[in-house]
């Protein structure tokens, strides 16, 4: 499985951004796919995930009414949009995937990474 994730750029606070997952390789309906954000300094940060199964969505707090997981089956893509952005959005954003029948939220329990993509939200 492949995934690349685009979308990133530079933003101010209060702005949205959508970034893109492409998943290839296998059926994407197979996996959970999530989204992690690593900010300067920081470990790995669960922002939400899919279940594509199921076309359940999970969010953390602390993005949860900002941001939404949804998903394109012809085009295999998941998406994030991010709306109302602050500086502590700021990081690279990561998808993964990985065969379950749940979203996990820890990094070690995905098999398959993108690439990342850099969002920085400025003040």
């Known amino acids: 499985v492949q995934l690349q994730a685009s979308g990133g750029g530079l933003v101010q606070a209060g702005d949205s951004l959508r970034l893109s997952c492409v998943v290839s390789?296998?059926?994407?309906?197979?996996?959970?796919i999530g989204w992690f954000r690593r900010a300067p300094g920081q470990e790995p940060e669960f922002v939400g995930g899919?279940?594509?199964?199921?076309?359940?969505?999970y969010y953390t707090a602390s993005v949860n009414g900002r941001f939404t997981i949804s998903r394109d089956n012809a085009k295999s893509t998941v998406y994030l949009q991010m709306t109302n952005l602050n500086p502590e959005d700021t990081g690279v954003y990561y998808c993964a995937a990985d065969q379950r029948l749940w979203v996990p939220q820890r990094p070690q329990d995905y098999t398959y990474w993108g690439q990342g993509t850099l969002v920085t939200v400025s003040s």
């Open positions: 899919f279940l594509w199964s199921i076309d359940s969505t």
């Open positions: 390789g296998r059926t994407a309906s197979s996996y959970s």
